[in-house]
């Protein structure tokens, strides 16, 4: 649902919703089984959402080890899932197609389901009709809340790391609650010189991606100020992030080849251990700057259209940067707009940003020059 068209998502709030109304009505209230056979838990897209959902899925993999544990899934967030580090069997299913995803887990032939989206009907319908016990969130002015036997307050007013972490304590979790993940070694780290090694991950997914974004000239004057320090900045990313890359080298002329393009060579469960070992990491807020958060990189997120405090990595060595616009932090599930979205992370200029980063001592080669 996280990556649904803006036609699927008022099909939710509309038709979706009355349906959960008409399926609420008969109050169902039953506690989770002490021993079930099938645990289905459903996290449909996104893989930032995905890597903070990690703890909550080990947390309940951890409350039944006779279980068989089932992640249903999508495309986008598979090499995520397979990232959790707990005992499970990861579903493909198709949720935009909500009668071949019923289908799907019904035939697992589960005895609990745990929802763990926040906010949309569809999840939370499937959830009601796929199995004897369903828990989930119950996000304030909501009904979804209603179908779950268990209903998890969500609020958007935390860090959605405290959210998990109350979904967490409903199956037993009682230490700080933190991402669950596996990394691999990084293939292409022997070839990198990390102490100068600044990531930065230019693009953001969803369908808040433009708003999300941070100015290309200000990356630019950003990357220019790197080199001139002796680092070098690296971008991640996708293959298709090459595109941005692309912009942004034609705006540092003959300064571009000092940088690196990895864009689409480093796989997901890589990246992690490269982010980890690089000297810095800059990201806008999507799934690199909660990966960067789970392995304890030295990160530094740009928020505009969302709050560090509600979406920021959050690890020792992690910095939230906030746009200082009057409407920033107007997103807190990913769905809403506003009609001055794409100034907010205008506000956030270079001029509040490089300090932060450039605070990073320069590397030993560059010291005396």
Same mark, same amino acid.
């Given at each position: ?5 803006e036609w699927?998502?008022q099909?939710?709030? %509309?038709?979706?919703? *009355? =349906?959960?109304q008409i399926?609420?009505? &008969?109050? +169902?209230k039953?506690?989770p089984?002490? /021993? ?9 897209t ?27 899934h ?5 090499p ?14 198709d949720?935009s197609?909500p009668?071949r ?14 929802d763990l989206t ?5 999840t939370a319908?499937?959830?009601?009709? %796929?199995?004897?016990? *369903? =828990?989930?969130?119950?996000?304030a002015n &909501?009904? +979804? ?5 268990? /209903?998890?307050?969500h609020?958007?007013?935390?860090h ?10 409903v ?10 993940i596996?990394v691999?070694?990084?293939d292409?780290?022997?070839e990198?010189?990390l ?7 230019l ?16 990356w630019?004057?950003l ?7 002796g680092?070098?900045?690296?971008f ?18 003959p300064?571009?080849?000092?940088t ?9 469960a ?12 800059v ?12 392995v304890?990189?030295?990160?530094i ?5 969302t ?9 020792a060595?992690?910095k939230?940067?906030d746009s ?6 107007y997103?807190t ?11 907010i ?15 990073t ?7 005396q020059?």
């Open positions: 649902m996280a990556r649904s068209s699927m998502r099909v939710d709030r %509309s038709l979706l919703a *009355a =349906v959960a399926l609420s009505l &008969s109050n +169902r039953r506690r089984p002490l /021993a079930p056979h099938g645990v289905g838990i459903i996290q449909p996104a893989i930032g959402d995905t890597l903070i959902a990690s703890g909550a899925v080990a947390a309940i993999a951890a409350r039944y080890p006779q279980a068989q544990i089932f992640v249903f999508g495309c986008n967030n598979a995520a899932v397979r990232m959790i580090d707990a005992p499970l069997e990861p579903v493909l299913c949720f197609r009668h995803a019923l289908g799907i887990l019904r035939a697992a032939r589960l005895d609990l389901v745990v926040p906010w949309p009907h569809l319908i499937l959830a009601r009709l %796929s199995a004897p016990c *369903a =828990v989930g969130f119950a996000p &909501s009904m +979804r809340g209603k179908l779950f036997d268990v /209903a998890v307050s609020r958007g007013d935390r959605e790391l405290d959210n998990l972490a109350s979904m967490a304590r199956f037993g979790a009682i230490e700080d609650y933190r991402m669950q596996r691999k070694d990084c292409a780290a022997s990198l010189q102490d100068r090694l600044v990531v930065c991950q693009s953001a997914g969803g369908s808040r991606a433009a708003e999300k974004a941070w100015p290309m000239e200000y630019a004057a990357c220019s100020r790197l080199i001139a320090a680092f070098i900045p690296a991640t990313g996708v293959a298709s992030d090459q595109k941005a890359v692309d912009v942004l080298l034609s705006q540092l002329g300064s571009a080849a000092a690196i393009s990895l864009c689409g060579k480093v796989p997901l890589e990246l992690g251990d490269l982010l980890r070992r690089a000297r810095a990491v990201s806008v807020d999507t799934s690199v700057l909660h990966l960067a958060g789970a304890d990189a030295r990160v997120g740009l928020h505009g259209p709050r560090s405090a509600r979406w920021g990595a959050r690890c060595r992690a939230g940067l200082p616009h009057p409407d920033a932090g997103i599930y990913g769905t809403e707009t506003h009609p001055r979205a794409m100034e992370m205008r506000a956030l200029t270079p001029d509040l940003v490089v300090p932060a980063i450039c605070e001592e320069r590397p030993a080669a560059y010291a020059q």
